[in-house]
């Protein structure tokens, strides 16, 4: 970033498992000794804070390149060295930090504030890590770039693909993506492969494909992905003004958002950006709950599972993040819960009448809350951020499979009269 004053720390990847080193540009998403995941490490000297606090509110945020504009490449110092002109990014982010009563009294936590990532390029948070994984694919001159999904992260890999001119390819499970998101993939000219088996057969296919065929792998495994996905909370905290919230709550699935959430937390902290660590509250859809059952055996045993939910971007029976998903709860005296799916379904209702349109994986923070107040866990004047991860669109069905309407309200048909127009005005100011 030109303007920038702060120098950019230098960077590298290391083994979170067996602490090998592997340099910033290497290829590998996961470690060659140990099989490990990677961590993207920098030195973070404490006392950086006010410097740093000053610099990202200068910057400026309405016209630029997209890379000036963008609410990921804000944070840069954070986040990734790279040269202006090899960023891809359209720009992501900058999205609000919305107050709404009606939504906040279901919950029961007074002063919820709502964190909508759904207002992203392609409609979930993924963007913020995809500008990244993009980025450094063409850092390391990938010849094409690879993943597997439910449905979001296919989306945003092939919006980004796309700008950045790379060939992408995309697995996801046959029959099992909102037809929202698999719309987007096609259309940004994604190569599609609707593999038979679940999600975790798809990411375990598209790591052998990485690691045999040399194409780059963008799932949330990938470490440069977990840095663009950091800036979600110091964006959040900037709109805060620095102030840590009590709890930070999010969905749960692979549990690279929650890794992510960690590290920035930790990161924040260290420097001095903010003075405590909020706890993050990760849920998951009870049908799909292995980290909250690992949770309840304080982390001692790891559980998988066979997912079952309507949430089906976290539709996760085997976390590829699960050792940084409990690094991150531990980190932040974190809890995780889980809800059912008729609470989350009744949470994306509860927004939607409220204007505030998410996916059903997204009102899962909103029926975590809403459970962690009842259960006296949160109290209800606590300061608490819920993020939305995804947008309505993306899953109009609220169930995932095309043709699903668990959730949908259906239009009440008329003829074409203004006497019927008349009828239903005077029921709907009325109430009925
Ligand atoms: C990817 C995704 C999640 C889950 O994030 P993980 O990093 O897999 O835990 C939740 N909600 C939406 C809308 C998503 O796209
Ligand atoms: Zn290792």
Known sequence: MTSSRVEAPARWQQCANCGNRLDELDPRTSCPECGGLLD???HTPPGRGAELRREFSARPRLTGQPFEVSGVWRYAELVMSAPPSAIVSFPEGNTPLLMNERVAQWTGCEGLRIKHEGMNPTGSFKDR?????VTQAKRVRARAVVCASTGNTSASLAAYA???GLPALVLVPAGQVAI????QTMAYGARTLAVRGDFDACLSLVRDAA?????YLLNSVNPFRIEGQKTIVFELLQQLDWKAPDWIALPAGNLGNTAAFGKALDEACRLGLIDRVPRLLAVQAAG?????????????ERRTTRADTIATAIRIGDPASYDRGVRAIRLTNGVVVAVPDAAILEGQQCAGTAGIGCEPASAASLAGVRAAVDSGLIHRDDSVVAVLTGHLLKDPAGGGDPGAE???TMPTEIDASLGEIERELSRLTSGR
């Not at 890590?129 to 994984?133: D, E, L, P, Q, R």
């Not at 980290?291 to 001692?300: D, E, I, N, R």
Request: charged share 10%.
């Open 162 to 164: 796309a700008l950045g």
């Open 211 to 215: 690691q045999r065929l040399g194409v």
């Open 129 to 133: 890590g995809m500008t990244v994984g």
């Open 288 to 300: 799909a709950s292995p980290f909250h059952q690992s949770y309840l055996t304080g982390f001692q």
């Open 406 to 408: 668990k959730s949908l």
């Open 180 to 183: 929202g998101k698999l719309m």
């Open 40 to 42: 993207v490490m920098f």
